[in-house]
């Protein structure tokens, strides 16, 4: 949820710049079950826009309603919005709405904090009742530093308390340059995986060609910053071309990341690990371990755009420590913890 984070600051900047005031919303507190879990946020603008959203859509228009008084008087409230008789989840959301009105230097320790790739906490305080109150309030841990969400408000800490940790976004890097490439890139950074685009710099690509990417590193493999590579991070070999692939890899088995998918099939995965090997016998079984190849889990994807769909859902299962289950066999929660 690191990257709804950065969406709310993004959307909270450009709507100072006109003058209008946000306000914030975060699920604090569940029971039962919901859409979503505690630790979601939705940024709401005093024009009524909004950045994000707390379920599949049924609680946001009371959320937006009960925003009013908080703009009006900028004080916190806590909203109860039970969806047993409203919602298809059978759970009460406790919500907390307060103005959002960060100073410049959360920001700026923001930005810092996330391009160093370590995760933040956030704590929420508040109550179980519906009302409103001066002490109310969330604030971001930032490199050892805290930050109140509104710049004039500190929270209370007896009050009642949620914390979230938010680890770094997946930091995916896609190595080639062709039409796979271009969706994979448009559909991982939807989804909020920060984007590198590796391609080779004889090629007539810039970073425009790819929607959503982050960086674009026109590099020979040998000049590939692997040591960038750290174990939030997923790689996706995409050249079509098995000489290529196996330069990329004699650097890749280095990295810390957590996935290496391979296009093609079996027989090229093992020709490649083989040859690497024969190349590396220095290759630890953990960096094994990471490769997938052919890259992807079977639901018939035939294109391009299903075959990115194949390959992020493998890199989320393989992030996440699950396998793939259809959720009408499986029994108990359907969520995972992860952010």
Same mark, same amino acid.
């Given at each position: 949820?690191?990257?709804?984070?950065?969406?709310?600051?993004?959307?909270?900047?450009?709507?100072?710049?006109?003058? *209008?005031?946000?306000?914030?919303?975060?699920?604090?507190?569940?029971?039962?079950?919901?859409?979503?879990?505690?630790? &979601?946020?939705?940024?709401?603008?005093?024009?009524?826009?909004?950045?994000?959203?707390?379920?599949?859509?049924?609680?946001?228009?009371?959320?937006?309603?009960?925003?009013?008084?908080?703009?009006?008087?900028?004080?916190?409230?806590?909203?109860?919005?039970?969806?047993?008789?409203?919602?298809?989840?059978?759970? &009460?959301?406790?919500?907390?709405?307060?103005?959002?009105?960060?100073?410049?230097?959360?920001?700026?320790?923001?930005?810092?904090?996330?391009?160093?790739?370590?995760?933040?906490?956030?704590?929420?305080?508040?109550?179980?009742?519906?009302?409103?109150?001066?002490?109310?309030?969330?604030?971001?841990?930032?490199?050892?530093?805290?930050?109140?969400?509104?710049?004039?408000?500190? =929270?209370?800490?007896?009050?009642?308390?949620?914390?979230?940790?938010?680890?770094?976004?997946?930091?995916?890097?896609?190595?080639?340059?062709?039409?796979?490439?271009?969706?994979?890139? =448009?559909? =991982?950074?939807?989804?909020?995986?920060?984007?590198? &685009?590796?391609?080779?710099?004889?090629?007539?690509?810039?970073?425009?060609?790819?929607?959503?990417?982050?960086?674009?590193?026109?590099?020979?493999?040998?000049?590939?910053?692997? =040591?960038?590579?750290?174990?939030?991070?997923?790689?996706?070999?995409?050249?079509?071309?098995?000489?290529?692939?196996?330069?990329?890899?004699?650097?890749?088995?280095?990295?810390?990341?957590?996935?290496?998918?391979?296009?093609?099939?079996?027989?090229?995965?093992?020709?490649?690990?083989?040859?690497?090997?024969?190349?590396?016998?220095?290759?630890?079984?953990?960096?094994?371990?990471?490769?997938?190849?052919?890259?992807?889990?079977?639901?018939?994807?035939?294109?391009?755009?299903?075959?990115?769909?194949?390959?992020?859902?493998?890199? *989320?299962?393989?992030?996440?420590?699950?396998?793939?289950?259809?959720?009408?066999?499986?029994?108990?929660?359907?969520?995972?913890?992860?952010?």
């Amino acid at each position: 949820m690191t990257h709804e984070l950065k969406n709310i600051i993004k959307a909270y900047e450009a709507a100072a710049k006109s003058g *209008l005031k946000s306000v914030l919303a975060t699920v604090v507190a569940l029971e039962g079950s919901s859409y979503r879990k505690p630790g &979601v946020r939705m940024l709401i603008l005093e024009n009524g826009k909004m950045e994000g959203a707390v379920s599949g859509g049924c609680v946001e228009k009371e959320i937006i309603r009960q925003s009013e008084s908080v703009f009006g008087t900028g004080t916190p409230r806590m909203m109860i919005y039970d969806g047993r008789y409203r919602l298809g989840c059978e759970g &009460v959301l406790y919500i907390l709405i307060e103005p959002f009105d960060p100073h410049s230097a959360l920001i700026t320790a923001f930005r810092e904090h996330v391009s160093s790739r370590e995760p933040c906490k956030i704590t929420a305080y508040f109550t179980k009742a519906e009302q409103e109150g001066k002490g109310f309030g969330s604030v971001i841990e930032l490199q050892g530093k805290f930050y109140p969400f509104h710049r004039d408000r500190s =929270a209370d800490h007896s009050l009642m308390s949620f914390t979230q940790e938010l680890p770094p976004s997946i930091r995916l890097y896609i190595i080639g340059s062709e039409h796979d490439a271009v969706n994979l890139s =448009a559909l =991982a950074s939807q989804m909020g995986m920060e984007v590198v &685009v590796v391609v080779n710099p004889r090629e007539e690509k810039a970073q425009e060609h790819f929607p959503g990417a982050m960086k674009f590193l026109p590099v020979l493999p040998e000049a590939f910053p692997v =040591a960038e590579i750290d174990v939030q991070s997923a790689v996706v070999l995409m050249n079509h071309s098995y000489s290529k692939d196996l330069q990329f890899l004699m650097t890749l088995y280095k990295g810390k990341q957590f996935y290496t998918g391979i296009l093609g099939p079996y027989k090229r995965r093992e020709e490649l690990l083989n040859e690497l090997l024969e190349h590396r016998p220095e290759v630890e079984l953990e960096f094994l371990d990471t490769v997938h190849g052919p890259a992807g889990i079977d639901i018939g994807a035939i294109t391009p755009q299903e075959i990115a769909v194949s390959i992020l859902s493998e890199i *989320l299962l393989q992030h996440r420590g699950r396998v793939p289950v259809k959720l009408r066999d499986k029994k108990g929660s359907i969520h995972t913890t992860s952010s």
